[in-house]
Nanobody
Framework: QLQAFGGGLVQAGGSLRLSCAAS????????MAWYRQAPGKQRELVAG???????NYADPVKGRFTISRDNARNTMYLQMNSLKPQDTAVYYC?????????WGQGTQVTVSS
């Protein structure tokens, strides 16, 4: 089970930190990722992190967002800086382990101009 929280309303240029708490799964062995879906658009990958800590980012967020994980707390984070109105979306956490894919419920991020 994945639970995402930390979204909210922020002005352009501001920051937010999202968290994703995992339970009932071998978190430390899972590939974890953040996706987002804006109104009228397809869900897209924002950033991912392997069990070993290697990261990858979508081009629009490179240099502004940082994904991290704390295996001791079974929690993944997304630090979002220099937010832009186009970052407005529902953000979902995602896990992949042994072909099993799980999704969290999503948290709304709204960036005002």
């Amino acid at each position: 089970q994945l639970q995402a929280f930390g979204g909210g309303l922020v002005q352009a240029g501001g920051s937010l930190r999202l968290s994703c708490a995992a339970s009932g799964m071998p978190f430390s062995f899972a590939y974890m990722a953040w996706y987002r879906q804006a109104p009228g658009k397809q869900r897209e990958l924002v950033a991912g992190i392997t069990s070993g800590g290697s990261t990858n980012y979508a081009d629009p967020v490179k240099g502004r967002f940082t994904i991290s994980r704390d295996n001791a707390r079974n929690t993944m984070y997304l630090q979002m800086n220099s937010l832009k109105p186009q970052d407005t979306a529902v953000y979902y956490c995602n896990s992949k382990f042994n072909l099993r894919v799980s999704w969290g419920q999503g948290t709304q991020v709204t960036v005002s101009s």
